[in-house]
């Protein structure tokens, strides 16, 4: 029986990329990097930086250190990277918005009898925070961050632990998130029913069940279908 739905946040409830994307522009402005490739070049050594974090290679400071580093090819000491930082993370946070379907999914989920649970891969502290400044502490009944367990998604010990802290079975929980990888492959990797949320129609060859939008997500307090 259908317990929990399990939301991804970044590109799932709120609206990351484009945060991101507009953030990174004008803080490298600053830095007299004007090019039309920077929203790009950023995304593509943050996704490397943070798994690595994700992996526990890195420690969640470090991660940003070494984007800043590598991104403006700045040879500086952690202090003074921990301050070029918070030049885009000032512009990053200005940006955060939810998608307009959020906050109706999770009231959806709760009105069915579920738990609405927010599974991320992000830092517990900064998705707390997250989750406060856009209004969606009271919609959701548990923040489990990936940073206090093992691994973060797709890796099997985030699905299996998270599963076992909420005390409920793997027959019990729904994953819907925007990556087909880490939130979709990675429950189903483990015997997870998953739904991927593809607003963008980037995956319309997945072979997986997929929705445009978190306004087509079906729940009931049974085993979901229909999706």
């Given at each position: 029986m259908l317990q929990a739905v399990l939301f991804d946040l970044d590109g799932t409830?709120?609206?990351?990329?484009?945060?991101?994307?507009?953030?990174?522009?004008e803080w490298a402005a600053e830095h007299g990097i004007t090019d039309a490739y920077v929203a790009d070049r950023w995304a593509e050594l943050s996704d490397k930086h943070y798994m690595r974090?994700?992996?526990?290679?890195l420690t969640f400071p470090e991660q940003r250190r070494r984007r800043v580093r590598a991104f403006l090819g700045a040879t500086v000491s952690d202090a003074e990277a921990d301050e070029l930082f918070?030049?885009?993370?000032?512009?990053?946070?200005?940006?955060?918005?939810?998608?307009?379907?959020?906050?109706?999914?999770?009231?959806?989920?709760?009105a069915a009898g579920l738990?609405?649970?927010?599974?991320?891969?992000g830092n517990e502290d900064h998705q707390r925070y997250k989750l406060d400044r856009l209004g969606l502490a009271n919609e959701v009944d548990v923040l489990i961050s990936s940073e206090t367990l093992p691994a973060g998604k797709p890796d099997p010990r985030a699905f299996?632990?998270?599963?076992?802290?909420?005390?409920?079975?793997?027959?019990?929980?729904?994953?819907?998130g925007d990556s087909l990888e880490k939130d979709v492959h990675g429950?189903?990797?483990?015997?997870?029913?998953?739904?991927?949320?593809?607003?963008?129609?980037?995956?319309?060859g997945a072979q997986?069940?997929?929705?445009?939008?978190?306004?087509e997500l079906s729940v009931a307090s049974s085993p979901v279908s229909g999706l």
């Open positions: 409830l709120v609206d990351q990329e484009s945060a991101a994307a507009a953030a990174v522009v974090y994700q992996r526990r290679e918070l030049g885009y993370l000032r512009r990053y946070e200005a940006g955060w918005t939810l998608f307009e379907d959020a906050v109706s999914a999770l009231r959806k989920v709760r738990n609405a649970v927010v599974f991320t891969n299996l632990q998270t599963v076992d802290r909420l005390g409920l079975t793997k027959a019990d929980v729904l994953m819907v429950a189903l990797a483990v015997g997870i029913d998953a739904v991927l949320v593809d607003r963008y129609d980037a995956h319309a997986v069940r997929r929705i445009r939008s978190l306004h």
